[in-house]
């Protein structure tokens, strides 16, 4: 092989690896029971929260998709697992009236026992962490009108957010701004944006029934809806819908340094990863 061939197979095996780095972009992982949440672990495998049959103890789990595209669980025995979220190499997952703390070997504990919050918990859906630990939980209620959203700070103190506003009905996805602020979807069709110091809640859009999880990358909030089997993008007040046909989008999450959002279809038990 001449100099010029061989440098032109380099250049071919280089930029095959390159474009093999990005390979579980746009997959479809299958075979979950109910997935309702995804997180990026440490190592960029993606854990996914699994309800199992619903109001069934003990069937529900921890899995994760590994780098190299195989599924493993990672812990068992939930209830019904729903929101997870990392801080310091811990992920936090609300189970139905409690949190627990699952450590990267598969060991979980409860971390916030449902007799500590100050009102009855009826239905914990999802969690977000500020950069201190502090835990925002929301409880979706009735999915009418009894949700609630709380703090969980690393004393094991345990807020009400919000008290009383009518803007809060049944919030499912939560997610911290800059540790002031937290973005809201309400399962009622609301997309807020709540001031932790104020406790003042601002409408920034509406249109999202079904509403479920939120991600965010610069000014481009992503959320999903349940029902309708859609993504949007919401931006400057600008709703577009970037994917749809879901059975029931869940829980989402930016993956991959926000390159792609991944997406758990609850019914069809699939984990979809869709380039942004
Ligand atoms: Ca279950
Ligand atoms: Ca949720």
């Not at 962490?129 to 925002?136: A, C, E, I, K, M």
């Not at 601002?202 to 959320?223: C, M, R, S």
């Amino acid at each position: 092989m001449n100099k010029i061939l061989q440098n032109l197979f380099l250049i071919i095996l280089v930029s095959l690896t390159l474009s093999g780095c990005g390979s579980d972009s746009n997959k479809k992982y299958e075979g979950f029971m109910m997935p309702e949440s995804v997180a990026e672990g440490p190592d960029g495998s993606i854990y996914v929260s699994e309800i199992g049959e619903r109001d069934i103890d003990k069937d529900g789990k921890i899995s994760k998709i590994n780098r190299d595209g195989t599924i493993e669980t990672v812990a068992s025995g939930l209830y019904d697992p729903k929101g997870i979220v990392f801080h310091n190499d811990k992920l936090y997952v609300t189970d139905r009236d409690v949190v627990i703390e699952v450590d990267l070997d598969g060991t979980w504990q409860v971390y916030a026992g449902t007799m500590l919050f100050p009102k009855v918990p009826v239905f914990f859906n999802d969690i977000d962490v500020s950069s201190n630990g502090t835990l925002y939980v929301s409880d979706t209620g009735d999915f009418k009108e009894s949700g609630f959203i709380f703090a969980v700070k690393p004393s094991g103190e345990i807020d009400l957010l919000f008290e009383g506003n009518d803007l809060i009905k049944a919030p499912n996805g939560v997610l911290v701004l800059e540790d002031s602020k937290l973005l809201i979807v309400d399962w009622a069709g609301d997309l807020l944006e709540g001031d932790l110091k104020s406790q003042e809640i601002k409408k920034l859009g509406e249109g999202f029934e079904g509403g479920d999880g939120l991600a965010i990358n610069n000014d481009t909030i992503y959320i999903s809806s349940w029902t309708k089997g859609t993504i949007y993008s919401f931006k400057n007040g600008v709703t577009k819908v970037i994917a749809d046909g879901f059975e029931a989008a869940a829980d989402i999450a930016l993956i991959r340094d926000n390159k792609v959002l991944a997406v758990p279809d609850m019914k069809a038990g699939t984990v979809t990863f869709i380039n942004i």
